[in-house]
Nanobody, 120 residues
């Protein structure tokens, strides 16, 4: 059982930046960030594997950066050039084995989420 806890959400104006953190109770080979806006499906936006290779959804590529501190079991999401459409609850997730790295169904463990609100 891996417990995950997100932090760092908040309100920011368009063009601003935020850094999300996800503290894990143990190491997982694959970790990812998802987000869910009201009345929309949960969307995978960034994932990192055991080789520290990142992948990104096209909606955030070039603006968001996923990274992690493997010694402290903390996952990060650096978000720059934020847009109002980035407004959502952001979740971190973890799993040992993943095939489709941005698919929610692939992940076993989930955090409670942190709200990000971007105003225009």
């Amino acid at each position: 059982q891996v417990q995950l806890m997100e932090s760092g959400g908040g309100s920011v104006q368009a063009g601003g930046s935020l850094r999300l953190s996800c503290t894990a109770s143990a190491y997982s080979s694959n970790m990812a960030w998802f987000r869910q806006a009201p009345d929309k499906e949960r969307e995978g936006i960034a994932s990192i594997d055991s080789s520290e290779n990142p992948i990104y959804a096209s909606s955030v590529r070039g603006r968001f950066t996923i990274s992690r501190d493997v010694l402290k079991d903390i996952l990060f999401l650096e978000m720059n050039s934020l847009k109002p459409e980035d407004t959502a609850i952001y979740y971190c997730a973890a799993a040992k084995y993943v095939h489709r790295r941005l698919s929610p169904g692939e992940y076993t463990y989930w955090g409670q989420g942190t709200q990000v609100t971007v105003s225009s």
